[in-house]
């Protein structure tokens, strides 16, 4: 069983950035393709972006059409991270962003993903 502990969120203005943060523990995260959601009140949760792991190939990724261009995905398979870097931040990416793992396929489906932490508040101010 994997463990994920997100942290960085925070309040900032808009056109500000953060930078969140993974820690994942119990298995290396080079196993696992890892994603990050969000979720606004009375929202349901949205897939922000993905991360396939290391292949002798390249690494994938994918965006939510929201937050093309302005987030990055990124992961650091020796210090068994995940990062998501935010910039260009706006009212409406004020959320709670979770941390995902996938044993199986890289997706943009929630329900692809297996664990999950706990998640770190984002807030955006106008």
């Known amino acids: 069983q994997v463990q994920l502990v997100e942290s960085g969120g925070g309040l900032v203005q808009a056109g500000g950035s953060l930078t969140l943060s993974c820690a994942v523990s119990g298995r290396p995260v080079s196993s696992y393709n890892m994603g990050w959601f969000r979720q606004a009140p009375g929202k349901e949760r949205e897939f922000v972006a993905a991360?396939?792991?290391?292949?002798?190939?390249?690494?994938?990724?994918y965006y939510g059409d929201s937050v093309k261009g302005r987030f990055t995905i990124s992961r650091d398979n020796a210090k068994n991270m995940v990062y998501l870097q935010m910039n260009s931040l706006k009212p409406e990416d004020t959320a709670v962003y979770y941390c995902?793992?996938?044993?199986?396929?890289?997706?943009?489906?929630?329900?692809?993903?297996?664990?999950w932490g706990q998640g770190t508040q984002v807030t955006v101010s106008s």
């Open positions: 995902a793992a996938a044993g199986g396929e890289l997706s943009t489906r929630r329900t692809a993903y297996d664990s």
């Open positions: 991360i396939s792991f290391l292949t002798f190939a390249s690494t994938r990724t």
